[in-house]
């Protein structure tokens, strides 16, 4: 199925700045909460990979970056750090970091893999959740709905996760909904000479899955279920 950060892209400028948000006079910075600087960096570079702002094969550096933000290149570049842990960026000496690129095999094989986890563990929980729990999961459902309106991926990548974590938290394995959530993630960045997924109808399409997909847990549909997982995660691909 198909984050970001809603919540702290919407204080940096949409100008010259790398995520979506309000647009400020020439020469304003944007907004930082001191509090938790890098915290908020890094969120906001995770919304500009899924925007694709920031561009495949394309080098960045902290100063620069920073600049833009109105931060010191510190907060940043541990920004950075964290990202080439995740496989997002690479080090380039002396210059800063680029984005990596990825095709479509790698974004396939990252399907596979979330199928091979993913889909085991919803056919377990579909057939022991009491319909009640999944009844729960309405409203992070009808989140996704919402943010595929909008037509911006960062927003619904962000609500697309949250739905999939809550889903699989039901399992009680918190190291699978770790590593389940990692794999989405990466899942979410944008192919290199592609445009950024989705469109907005692709994204609506997915939403509408999630609702189905809710709908036939609660029925204790079991063959529905596992129909609308496989045919989720080849959507994926």
């Known amino acids: 199925m198909r984050q970001g950060a809603q919540g702290s892209a ?13 647009r400020r006079p020439a020469g304003e910075r944007p907004v930082i909460q001191r509090s938790s600087v890098r915290g908020q960096i890094l969120e906001a570079l995770r919304t500009a990979l899924v925007t694709g702002e920031l561009r495949p094969g394309e080098v960045y550096s902290a100063p620069v970056l920073g600049d833009r933000f109105g931060v010191s290149a510190t907060p940043v570049r541990e920004a950075m750090q964290q990202l080439a842990l995740e496989g997002a960026v690479e080090v380039v000496p002396n210059r800063g970091f680029r984005v990596v690129e990825r095709g479509a095999r790698e974004l396939a094989e990252l399907a596979e893999v979330r ?32 943010a595929a309106a909008s037509g911006c991926p960062a927003t619904y990548a962000e609500s697309d996760r949250a739905f999939h974590r809550a ?11 770790r590593i389940a959530c990692e794999l989405h993630r990466r899942a979410q960045w944008p192919l290199v000479g592609a445009p950024v997924r989705h469109a907005r109808a692709d994204l609506v399409a997915d939403a509408a899955e999630h609702v189905s997909l809710l709908e036939a847990l609660v029925a204790r549909d079991l063959e529905v279920v ?4 496989a045919e989720h995660f080849a959507g994926a691909a």
């Open 10 to 22: 919407a204080a940096y400028t949409h100008g010259e700045g790398l995520v979506p948000g309000p």
């Open 167 to 177: 889903m699989l938290a039901l399992s009680g394995n918190e190291e699978l909904v």
């Open 226 to 229: 596992r129909d609308l997982v």
């Open 115 to 146: 199928e091979l986890i993913e889909v085991p563990v919803m056919l377990r929980l579909a057939r022991t959740v009491p319909a009640a729990r999944w009844a729960e999961l309405r409203p992070l459902a009808q989140d996704t709905v919402r």
